[in-house]
């Protein structure tokens, strides 16, 4: 029930809910020990009372001492030193009446002196008289002042009689302990002997007790309230917001919600506003990428579909052998046209998959140019005689942060694209430089017949439509491709003509690592 209940609370509810329910046990324990304080204090002082009297009595036996008020107030003299840590000792003979008092005594600078009678008219006088209860501990309040005399009644015929009795009681500001004892001599009672002594001292450990718990609690529920509107203000409330946007986008809400000042922070939900809100807008480049690419891509296939269905049609009328030939070659072209549509556009889907999970370390692009640039050698200066030559300082390092194998796709993309533009026996030069920044620079130039076009950017766009021939054998989808890798590894890509000759130069910019 209870984890069926915190399931269903917002943070900030199950934060106050758990802080209440420690708080409510460790008040109840609180309670507990505050209530058990006064008695353990209470034992220990009625401890050393009981410890006093037995003491006593063995003295009082020992030297054979009567329970009359000319033996008592002997007694008292001679063992004066017993009593000093007391604030008054008071003996009664078997008839209950007033034998011996400290108090009458000059035992210490404390003693009030006062006459013998007078101290026992304040015992058998007291204006209010309460039934005393038989339990070991009385405690009796202002308003319910009680004699010693009867006390001792009570005491007598109780079945606490022959056990060290001790009850408290709170006369006006102060708070008195006393503990009373029947002494027995020659197995008969012949009188009592009670302790009272001043605990002002259990009232006020209490107190102080009670004022630092009551301080402790205001001081940690004001801690809770201070840390719960922090907790809130500036933790709950963001998560929400966040909660609040991907809800937002999950459920293709219009509603405008801004992060932007959670994107400012510099801690965690920081990071992680601004992490989201780049995925999400990397989400919709993506979706909004897919959906104009499908669009591009539907128009391409479109031509060539066109053109196979009336090919097909023509094709089944024409008799003459060249025409029926022309109308083959026809559909064969749009057949391959549409096959390499298809083929690169499946391998643009493998390549954003594998993309996600390549990682970029520091590479040297010389061993990997030249290896592409090897390659092509073999492939297209013995079968067309294109030469493709590799330019670059050995003094310099050309190292950069990127994936190795995207760097070989560039380059084999741009090789490509100048091959189809070139004739026999011309050739193409990579160049690999430094610039003053200390970037990489690479340049591929062919001598083609290069741009027509005043926007050169335009070649990098999908299905550019400028193309040689025999562009059946490509997509139109090579430069896009270079470009969206080249991005990837935070570079720019420019394409321009040469001005020494005719031909096209595509120009990339590495940054430093």
């Known amino acids: 029930m209870f984890s069926y209940l915190l399931k269903n609370l917002s943070i900030l509810k199950k934060f106050l809910l758990i802080n209440l329910i420690f708080f409510t046990i460790i008040g109840l324990l609180t309670f507990i020990y505050l209530k058990n304080v006064q008695p353990n204090l209470i034992k220990k002082k009625s401890s050393n009372h009981i410890k006093i009297i037995n003491n006593t009595i063995e003295n009082l036996d020992r030297l054979e001492i009567k329970f009359n008020e000319e033996d008592i107030r002997k007694f008292l003299f001679s063992?004066?030193?017993?009593?000093?840590?007391?604030?008054?000792?008071?003996?009664?003979?078997?008839?209950?009446?007033?034998v011996g008092d400290t108090d009458t005594l000059d035992l210490d600078p404390r003693s009030f002196?006062?006459?013998?009678?007078?101290?026992?008219?304040?015992?058998?006088?007291?204006?209010?008289?309460?039934?005393?209860?038989?339990?070991?501990?009385?405690?009796i309040g202002t308003d319910n002042l009680v004699s010693l005399k009867d006390i001792l009644f009570n005491y007598a015929g109780s079945k606490k009689f022959g056990i060290p009795h001790t009850f408290t009681q709170q006369e006006f500001n102060n708070f008195k302990l006393t503990t009373i004892r029947n002494v027995f001599s020659e197995d008969k009672?012949?009188?009592?002997?009670?302790?009272?002594?001043?605990?002002?001292?259990?009232?006020?450990?209490?107190?102080?007790?009670?004022?630092?718990?009551?301080?402790?609690?205001?001081?940690?529920?004001?801690?809770?309230?201070?840390?719960?509107?922090v907790l809130n203000r500036y933790?709950?409330?963001?998560?929400?917001?966040?909660?609040?946007?991907?809800?937002?986008?999950?459920?293709?809400?219009?509603k405008k919600?801004?992060?932007?000042?959670?994107?400012?922070?510099?801690?965690e939900l920081g990071l992680l506003s601004k992490s989201l809100d780049d995925m999400t807008l990397e989400l919709q480049k993506r979706i909004s990428h897919a959906e104009n690419f499908s669009t591009d891509l539907v128009h391409e296939i479109r031509n060539p579909l066109?053109?196979?269905?009336?090919?097909?049609?023509?094709l089944n009328d024409t008799k003459e052998a060249g025409e029926r030939l022309k109308l083959i070659n026809i559909l064969s072209h749009d057949v391959?046209?549409?096959?390499?549509?298809?083929?690169?556009?499946?391998?643009?889907?493998?390549?954003?998959?594998?993309?996600?999970?390549?990682?970029?370390?520091?590479?040297?692009?010389?061993?990997?140019?030249?290896?592409?640039?090897?390659?092509?050698?073999?492939?297209?200066?013995?079968?067309?005689?294109?030469?493709?030559?590799?330019?670059?300082e050995e003094k310099n390092n050309y190292i950069i942060n990127g994936i190795e194998n995207r760097v070989e796709q560039i380059i084999a993309n741009l090789l490509?694209?100048?091959?189809?533009?070139?004739?026999?026996?011309?050739?193409?030069e990579v160049k690999v430089t430094k610039n003053f920044n200390n970037q990489v620079q690479i340049n591929i130039t062919d001598e083609g017949p290069g741009f027509k076009e005043r926007d050169t950017n335009r070649v990098f766009n999908r299905f550019y439509s400028n193309r040689p021939d025999k562009f059946g054998q490509h997509s139109g989808l090579g430069l896009n491709i270079v470009k969206n890798l080249v991005e990837l590894h935070k570079a720019s890509i420019t394409a321009s003509n040469r001005m020494d000759k005719n031909g096209a130069n595509l120009e990339i910019l590495f940054p430093k690592a």
Do not use: M, W
Request: hydrophobic letters at 40%.
């Open 79 to 98: 063992t004066r030193f017993i009593f000093q840590s007391l604030d008054r000792v008071i003996f009664f003979n078997n008839e209950f009446n007033l």
């Open 113 to 139: 002196s006062s006459r013998l009678d007078i101290i026992e008219l304040e015992i058998l006088n007291e204006e209010k008289t309460k039934k005393i209860t038989e339990e070991k501990n009385i405690n």
């Open 189 to 229: 009672n012949i009188g009592y002997i009670a302790i009272t002594e001043n605990a002002n001292d259990v009232i006020a450990a209490i107190n102080e007790r009670k004022t630092f718990v009551i301080r402790t609690a205001f001081a940690v529920g004001i801690v809770i309230l201070i840390f719960s509107y």
């Open 235 to 254: 933790f709950l409330k963001p998560i929400e917001n966040l909660v609040n946007y991907i809800n937002k986008i999950k459920n293709k809400d219009n």
């Open 257 to 267: 919600i801004n992060i932007d000042n959670l994107k400012i922070r510099n801690d």
């Open 306 to 314: 066109a053109s196979l269905k009336s090919a097909s049609e023509i």
């Open 336 to 392: 391959q046209r549409i096959e390499r549509l298809i083929t690169d556009y499946s391998q643009i889907l493998k390549d954003e998959v594998a993309l996600s999970k390549e990682r970029f370390k520091q590479i040297d692009l010389i061993p990997i140019i030249q290896s592409v640039v090897d390659d092509y050698n073999n492939i297209h200066h013995a079968k067309g005689g294109i030469k493709i030559i590799c330019k670059y």
């Open 416 to 428: 490509d694209n100048a091959i189809s533009f070139s004739k026999v026996n011309q050739k193409i």
